[in-house]
Every structure is written in structure tokens, then in C-alpha cells.
């Protein structure tokens, strides 16, 4: 029985764990690190199930977190919306978002789907640098909420908080919606339309010959992956409380977020939570005690490794050995 | 005589400026087994593929069992009981040959039943197949005669009315050739419609009651196997003469 529910148990420890690393008193820097690592996961989980099930190479991770992220700019400029509903909002016109270029792009294969899914991502970034509402080029400052509330209880505060500071609560709060994403793309894995984003990856004219609807699963496929990626994106904002379009619309989301699953092993979900961890803490590392700019270096130099020695990522390479 | 299973009336098809198909008119009969010929080029695929929508015929209709398939998805088309093995076999590689099989009755002939129920549906059809032990092998591993089974299988686990078979027996040696033969017949003796698709002469006029035979896109001849063998223009098409 306990066995059945093991990834449950386990999520809802992680919770737990987490909660508990926000009572501790930890230096702000580890949940500053802590939650650009897990943010990192989720990204990896999100493009999995478009491009680790289905092989749908999607290079516009940067535009779904792009308007994400300028989501959660426009709802604060307009009426100070509080996070929560930032980030479902977020979700929900990323998921939009993903549908829409979904119906216009799928018929595109391989490598054309990448390059338009690209393009959408410069599109988007070229949109918001125009548009003075969100700060336009130049970015914008956010300032949290003081003492924000939930349920009558005050979420953020140094002494009658839930947590003492906003890095413990965003730290959380991105830890929920992680294990949320991971919990999402199990489901998929294990459920008919993993099974038959596989086929489509396999032979997609076999696939459509043997019955399975195509376009439909790959239309669930890029809104569900879309929407996780635009919250990782809604609740960017508030973490990094100054954003500019280079930053949410920065490419080298679209490096990492396809290097984790394949560092990590694509056909499972486990594969982009290895990955993520990884590269996201080798990243933090490497920001920290060499150079923010060679971390991008060193994620090269994985890559490269990771293709030649374990095509498989990660997993693959642990099933063989046993 | 009853309604056809399948006619078609009239289909063209371009590429371009290339006519691939031009006015082919015939149809099929429930329970038929029914060959298609012609050279290479000829446009036997095209056709196959304008039946199993892959490919949308330009001009012209398909009907089968009473539904006018013109527009309709290839996925429709297979839920509606017609479904076709590829020339060049196209197995789903990151899967064993038993998740092969489980694809279409999950999709399409058991929907909605459990996974035991799939599974059991699947090892049926392999047994029959005479490929129960390949099972749970990666179809990396499988040979060419195995290839060929898995892609009769896997079509055949869709449980067509029609099925099709494209070029099922290429590259087989004469064993395995009256292997698959024997195993097409079985299907049609269990009320399986079949067209099959051949370059295989002995084959293809031992199977079907009834061959057509297309010429650059053109229907050249349709009769009984002895007939089309001695048809004049049959024989140009092949022959050159």
C-alpha cells in the first residue's frame, strides 16, 4: 500500500522539508539559490512533456517565460494583483499561448518547429520592449506587498509571519508549484497521452495510422507545457523584483531548458529533475565562486559530455549499469 | 449484390504539375481479397494512402462502410475500421513489440479498458502471430521477417474491417513469404477484408480473388488473377513490350 503511494509520500515530504528549511533562519542566499535551482526543474519538467515525450524541440522556452513574467508585471501595474493569482494568471495565457502557436506550428516538423517556436520568443521580446506599460526596454522595479495576507494569517513577516522574508516564501511557494509540474508530467507518463506522445515521437504517421489522434495530444501537450512554463515565469517578478526584457526573455532559457532533460534522460520524469538539479546548482555554484558568464561555458562542456558518453542522460546511464 | 465495403469513385491525386492518380474507379466487397499491382512509380501507395488519409485525394470520392472518407483524418479513417502496414516498416523503436501493439487497442479497439485487458488483447494477437516470446523485446533486436509480423500485428490489433498491406512480404525469403500469406489468410477466413499491395507475383495471384492493376497512375486492368496475367496491357506496363 505504502509502496503504491511512494512518489505521494514523497512529494509531501519534499513539502515538508522545504517548509521546514524556511523556519530555520538559513541565510537569504540559500533560498535565493534554492529557488533559482528549483525553478530550473520545473522549466526542465515543462518542456519534457513536449519535447522529452512527444520529441516536439521547443525553442521558445524564453517567450512562455517571457509572458509569464510580464503577466505578473501587467496585473501589478494595473491593480497590484497579489501573487497567487499573478501566477495563475501567468499559467493560464501561457497555456493560451501554447495552444495557439500549437495549432499554427505543429504541422511544422523537426527542426522548422524549433526555429518558429524561436521566433516567437524574439517576437514576444520585441512586443514588450515596446510596450511602456510594463516598463518597456528599460525594465521595471517591483516592490513587494508589505505584510500580505492569506486567509486571515499574514503570509510574510519578520516577527507575526508565516515566513520571515519574501526569499522564504517565494522559496515555497516555487517548491509547491515544482513538485506540482513534476506530479503533472508522471501523470502524462504513465496515462494515455504519454503513451501516445511516444508514438507520435516514434513514427508520427504511424502513430495517426494506428488511431492516435495527433494534433489533438500534441495541442494538450504545448498548453499544458506552456502554462507550466509561463507560471515558472509569473512568479519570476516577485524573485527577482527588478525585470527587463532581456532578462524574462533571456535565450539561454532555451539552452537550458533543453539541456537539463537530456543531461537528466528524456523519456521519464525523473530524467529533468536530475538534470535540473545539476545544472541548476553547478549554475549557482559556478555564479558564485568563478563568473556568471562561464557558467554558460561549463554548460557546453556537460552537454557535450553528456551526448557522447550518456545519450541517454543520466537515467539511461544508471538502468544500464544495473 | 450487397453494398461495397469500399469504393472508389473517380480519385485523383497531384504532386505539382505530376498526376500520381487520374480518375481510378473500383471497389472492394466485404470479405474480398482483393490485389493491387503495377511498376514501381505506379501509384499504389499513393492510392493506399489517399484510402488511409495520410494523403487527401484532389478529385474524386472514397466511401467506406457507408462514410464518405473525403477530409476525414487518418485517425477517424482507422477508428472506422480501415488501417495499413507501412512498405518500409515503422515500428515505434523506443517501445517493446508488446507497447507496439498495446498503441492501437488503447487508441482504438479497447478503449477504455484496463491495461491488463490491453496487454492480454495484445499477447493474443502476438501468439497468433507466432511472436509471443518476442513479447517484451525492443523492435531494435527484431529481424526483417519479425519487422514485417510486428507491422501486420500492430495493424491488425486496430481490428479493421479493411485491412491494408503494403508491400507486407518484401524481402522475404519463399518460407517466410508463404509464413505471411498464411497468416493474411487466416485474417480474411475470420471475415477481415484485405488488400494487399505486392511485388510478389506468386503472392499476390495466390491470394487475392480479384487484382487490379495501375500503370502511372492510371487503373490498366481489374480482374481475376489468371486473367490480369495474360492482359496485354498488364504485361506492356511490366514488360515494356
Given at each position: 500500500?505504502?509502496?503504491?503511494?511512494?512518489?505521494?509520500?514523497?512529494?509531501?515530504?519534499?513539502?515538508?522539508?522545504?517548509?521546514?528549511?524556511?523556519?530555520?533562519?538559513?541565510?537569504?542566499?540559500?533560498?535565493?539559490?534554492?529557488?533559482?535551482?528549483?525553478q530550473?526543474?520545473?522549466i526542465?519538467?515543462a518542456w519534457?512533456?513536449?519535447?522529452?515525450?512527444?520529441?516536439?524541440i521547443n525553442f521558445g522556452t524564453a517567450g512562455f517565460l517571457g509572458v509569464g513574467s510580464y503577466t505578473s508585471i501587467a496585473l501589478i501595474q494595473?491593480?497590484?494583483?497579489?501573487?497567487?493569482?499573478?501566477?495563475?494568471a501567468a499559467a493560464?495565457l501561457a497555456g493560451l499561448l501554447g495552444?495557439a502557436i500549437?495549432?499554427f506550428t505543429?504541422?511544422?516538423?523537426?527542426?522548422?518547429f524549433a526555429i518558429a517556436t524561436l521566433a516567437l520568443a524574439i517576437v514576444l521580446e520585441t512586443v514588450v520592449n515596446n510596450w511602456d506599460f510594463v516598463g518597456g526596454a528599460a525594465g521595471i522595479s517591483i516592490?513587494?506587498?508589505?505584510?500580505?495576507?492569506?486567509?486571515?494569517?499574514?503570509?510574510?513577516?519578520?516577527?507575526?509571519?508565516?515566513?520571515?522574508?519574501?526569499?522564504?516564501?517565494?522559496?515555497?511557494?516555487?517548491?509547491?508549484?515544482?513538485?506540482?509540474?513534476?506530479?503533472?508530467?508522471?501523470?502524462?507518463?504513465?496515462?494515455?497521452?504519454?503513451?501516445?506522445?511516444?508514438?507520435?515521437?516514434?513514427?508520427?504517421?504511424?502513430?495517426?495510422?494506428?488511431?492516435?489522434?495527433?494534433?489533438?495530444?500534441?495541442?494538450?501537450?504545448t498548453?499544458?507545457s506552456g502554462?507550466?512554463m509561463g507560471a515558472a515565469g509569473g512568479i519570476f517578478p516577485?524573485y527577482l523584483?527588478f525585470i527587463d526584457p532581456l532578462t524574462a526573455f533571456n535565450l539561454e532559457f532555451a539552452v537550458y531548458s533543453l539541456?537539463?532533460?537530456?543531461?537528466?534522460?528524456?523519456?521519464?520524469?525523473?530524467?529533468?529533475?536530475?538534470?535540473?538539479?545539476?545544472?541548476?546548482?553547478?549554475?549557482?555554484?559556478?555564479?558564485?565562486?568563478?563568473?556568471?558568464?562561464?557558467?554558460l561555458?561549463?554548460?557546453?562542456?556537460?552537454?557535450?559530455?553528456?551526448?557522447?558518453?550518456?545519450?541517454?542522460?543520466?537515467?539511461?546511464?544508471?538502468?544500464?549499469?544495473? | 449484390?450487397?453494398?461495397?465495403?469500399?469504393?472508389?469513385?473517380?480519385?485523383?491525386?497531384?504532386?505539382?504539375?505530376?498526376?500520381?492518380?487520374?480518375?481510378?474507379?473500383?471497389?472492394?466487397?466485404?470479405?474480398?481479397?482483393?490485389?493491387?499491382?503495377?511498376?514501381?512509380?505506379?501509384?499504389?501507395?499513393?492510392?493506399?494512402?489517399?484510402?488511409?488519409?495520410?494523403?487527401?485525394?484532389?478529385?474524386?470520392?472514397?466511401?467506406?462502410?457507408?462514410?464518405?472518407?473525403?477530409?476525414?483524418?487518418?485517425?477517424?479513417?482507422?477508428?472506422?475500421?480501415?488501417?495499413?502496414?507501412?512498405?518500409?516498416?515503422?515500428?515505434?523503436?523506443?517501445?517493446?513489440?508488446?507497447?507496439?501493439?498495446?498503441?492501437?487497442?488503447?487508441?482504438?479497439?479497447?478503449?477504455?479498458?484496463?491495461?491488463?485487458?490491453?496487454?492480454?488483447?495484445?499477447?493474443?494477437?502476438?501468439?497468433?502471430?507466432?511472436?509471443?516470446?518476442?513479447?517484451?523485446?525492443?523492435?531494435?533486436?527484431?529481424?526483417?521477417?519479425?519487422?514485417?509480423?510486428?507491422?501486420?500485428?500492430?495493424?491488425?490489433?486496430?481490428?479493421?474491417?479493411?485491412?491494408?498491406?503494403?508491400?507486407?512480404?518484401?524481402?522475404?525469403?519463399?518460407?517466410?513469404?508463404?509464413?505471411?500469406?498464411?497468416?493474411?489468410?487466416?485474417?480474411?477466413?475470420?471475415?477481415?477484408?484485405?488488400?494487399?499491395?505486392?511485388?510478389?507475383?506468386?503472392?499476390?495471384?495466390?491470394?487475392?480473388?480479384?487484382?487490379?492493376?495501375?500503370?502511372?497512375?492510371?487503373?490498366?486492368?481489374?480482374?481475376?488473377?489468371?486473367?490480369?496475367?495474360?492482359?496485354?496491357?498488364?504485361?506492356?506496363?511490366?514488360?515494356?513490350?
Amino acid at each position: 500500500m505504502i509502496m503504491r503511494y511512494k512518489f505521494e509520500i514523497g512529494c509531501v515530504a519534499f513539502l515538508v522539508l522545504a517548509f521546514i528549511l524556511t523556519q530555520l533562519g538559513l541565510n537569504r542566499f540559500f533560498f535565493f539559490a534554492g529557488f533559482a535551482v528549483l525553478q530550473f526543474i520545473m522549466i526542465a519538467t515543462a518542456w519534457n512533456i513536449l519535447g522529452g515525450y512527444g520529441g516536439y524541440i521547443n525553442f521558445g522556452t524564453a517567450g512562455f517565460l517571457g509572458v509569464g513574467s510580464y503577466t505578473s508585471i501587467a496585473l501589478i501595474q494595473w491593480s497590484n494583483v497579489s501573487i497567487v493569482p499573478q501566477i495563475i494568471a501567468a499559467a493560464a495565457l501561457a497555456g493560451l499561448l501554447g495552444l495557439a502557436i500549437g495549432y499554427f506550428t505543429l504541422r511544422l516538423k523537426g527542426v522548422y518547429f524549433a526555429i518558429a517556436t524561436l521566433a516567437l520568443a524574439i517576437v514576444l521580446e520585441t512586443v514588450v520592449n515596446n510596450w511602456d506599460f510594463v516598463g518597456g526596454a528599460a525594465g521595471i522595479s517591483i516592490l513587494p506587498t508589505r505584510k500580505p495576507e492569506l486567509l486571515g494569517a499574514v503570509i510574510v513577516d519578520r516577527k507575526i509571519g508565516v515566513f520571515g522574508n519574501y526569499k522564504e516564501f517565494l522559496f515555497f511557494l516555487i517548491a509547491g508549484m515544482t513538485i506540482f509540474s513534476v506530479w503533472v508530467a508522471r501523470t502524462i507518463e504513465k496515462g494515455k497521452l504519454g503513451r501516445g506522445l511516444n508514438a507520435i515521437k516514434d513514427n508520427e504517421e504511424a502513430a495517426e495510422s494506428m488511431g492516435v489522434p495527433t494534433l489533438r495530444l500534441k495541442l494538450i501537450a504545448t498548453t499544458i507545457s506552456g502554462a507550466l512554463m509561463g507560471a515558472a515565469g509569473g512568479i519570476f517578478p516577485s524573485y527577482l523584483t527588478f525585470i527587463d526584457p532581456l532578462t524574462a526573455f533571456n535565450l539561454e532559457f532555451a539552452v537550458y531548458s533543453l539541456a537539463m532533460p537530456m543531461i537528466g534522460g528524456t523519456f521519464t520524469w525523473i530524467g529533468p529533475v536530475l538534470g535540473g538539479l545539476l545544472l541548476g546548482t553547478v549554475q549557482q555554484v559556478a555564479i558564485v565562486t568563478i563568473s556568471s558568464e562561464l557558467n554558460l561555458l561549463i554548460l557546453g562542456v556537460v552537454l557535450v559530455v553528456f551526448v557522447t558518453f550518456a545519450p541517454h542522460g543520466l537515467v539511461g546511464w544508471f538502468m544500464k549499469k544495473n | 449484390m450487397s453494398e461495397p465495403l469500399l469504393n472508389i469513385d473517380s480519385v485523383t491525386k497531384n504532386f505539382g504539375g505530376f498526376t500520381a492518380l487520374s480518375n481510378v474507379t473500383t471497389e472492394v466487397q466485404v470479405g474480398e481479397r482483393f490485389g493491387l499491382i503495377g511498376p514501381n512509380g505506379s501509384g499504389k501507395t499513393t492510392l493506399i494512402n489517399c484510402i488511409s488519409g495520410l494523403l487527401n485525394n484532389d478529385g474524386g470520392t472514397i466511401t467506406f462502410d457507408g462514410h464518405n472518407l473525403n477530409g476525414m483524418k487518418a485517425h477517424k479513417r482507422t477508428a472506422a475500421g480501415i488501417t495499413r502496414t507501412f512498405q518500409i516498416p515503422r515500428p515505434f523503436h523506443s517501445m517493446t513489440v508488446m507497447d507496439n501493439l498495446k498503441i492501437p487497442i488503447e487508441f482504438v479497439s479497447g478503449t477504455g479498458a484496463s491495461q491488463a485487458a490491453i496487454a492480454e488483447q495484445a499477447m493474443s494477437i502476438l501468439e497468433t502471430m507466432g511472436m509471443a516470446e518476442k513479447a517484451h523485446q525492443e523492435t531494435s533486436g527484431l529481424t526483417q521477417i519479425e519487422l514485417r509480423k510486428l507491422e501486420l500485428a500492430r495493424a491488425i490489433a486496430a481490428k479493421p474491417k479493411l485491412l491494408i498491406s503494403d508491400e507486407a512480404m518484401a524481402g522475404l525469403t519463399g518460407n517466410e513469404v508463404d509464413e505471411v500469406l498464411e497468416i493474411l489468410i487466416s485474417f480474411n477466413e475470420q471475415g477481415m477484408t484485405i488488400i494487399m499491395i505486392e511485388h510478389i507475383m506468386r503472392a499476390v495471384m495466390q491470394f487475392s480473388h480479384r487484382v487490379i492493376c495501375l500503370d502511372a497512375g492510371e487503373l490498366i486492368a481489374e480482374g481475376k488473377p489468371d486473367e490480369i496475367v495474360k492482359d496485354k496491357g498488364v504485361e506492356r506496363a511490366y514488360l515494356g513490350v
